[in-house]
């Protein structure tokens, strides 16, 4: 009987010890802190939206008769942003002589309508 005594006395901190080890070993989890909701959904775009916005704001440059901006509807432009990701870089940030159109100036919710636009164009022939 005082053998398992004993043996409980040593074993139980033993494995409360090891069970502290853990996350050394198999590493930290990152857990969320916020609720549910806080995580960002993906946004879907509507190109009827876009094509509204691209007139208001694009299409001063970006139309063929303004000859300023880089054509939007070219094979060339569409093998060039063939990623989305590239397309929210290059209006997030802007080129030369194009602004940024940063989060204050076009929400994420207009940014993709203006991206689904853009990809609704056919390639000029």
């Known amino acids: 009987m005082r053998f398992y ?19 050394f070993v198999v590493g930290f989890v990152e857990k969320p802190i916020g609720s549910e909701a806080a995580v960002a959904q993906p946004v879907i775009g509507d190109a009827m939206r876009g094509e509204a916005l691209f007139l208001s704001k694009c299409a001063g440059c970006h139309l063929p008769e303004a000859r300023f901006g880089p054509h939007l509807n070219t094979a060339d432009f569409q093998a060039r942003y063939a ?11 802007g080129r030369e ?6 989060r204050e100036r076009l929400s994420d919710q207009k940014l993709a309508d203006l991206i689904a636009y853009l990809r609704s164009l056919s390639p000029e022939k």
């Open 97 to 102: 002589p194009m602004p940024a159109f940063t």
């Open 5 to 23: 005594v004993i043996s409980l006395l040593v074993l139980l901190p033993a494995l409360m010890l090891l069970s502290l080890l853990k996350p």
């Open 83 to 93: 990623e989305d990701a590239d397309l929210v870089f290059a209006i997030r940030s």
